[in-house]
């Protein structure tokens, strides 16, 4: 059969229907879409690839679910972002500061530099996990993804304007959740 032209939204439909292949071709049309936010969201390739396949087993899983009033990346978006979530969750109780360490050059200035982007990059992270998740949600497309606002508003079914309120009040919020971690621990200060 051919799936030439067909929206996102007519493929999901079709495999709603029992059509699979219609499957592999939605997978044609989101999949890049969802490299993009895992490159985006995981400095670590390995965990980037990791993530893009939860992304996807868990929209096959529940596409069941989608109920065709809105669009299917926005639906799936709020997938992915929920895996990502609790992607960031099971990192942050790992200790992956040390995760590619032998794979470093032995230079002092690298492994300072890694490290102190690896810090950064959770620190960052766990803030982002403290804040309202609507606000979290317009910062990690816009900041994370490098998704513009206007792109950005499609995918979360929401006006840009919302979305640059969202982001304006989750700047001021990861401002005051960050002012409150110690950068070199990625916890809270005991003052």
Known sequence: MNYEGLTEEELMKRYQGGDLDALGAMAILLLPKLAAIARGR???????????QEFWIKIINKADSF?????????A????????????????????????????DESAAKKSSFAEATTNEITIKSALLKIPKDQADAVALVWLDGYSIEDSAKLLGIPANTVKSRISRGKAALALQLSELDPRMGNQKHA
């Not at 995981?42 to 893009?52: G, P, Q, T, V, Y």
């Not at 979530?85 to 500061?97: A, M, N, T």
């Open 67 to 75: 109920k065709h009033d809105s669009k299917v990346l926005t639906w």
């Open 77 to 104: 978006y709020q997938i992915v972002n929920n895996t990502y979530l609790d992607l960031i969750r099971r990192e942050s109780k790992r200790s992956y500061l040390y995760d590619d360490i032998s794979n470093l």
């Open 42 to 52: 995981f400095s670590d390739k390995n965990l980037a690839d990791e993530a893009l």
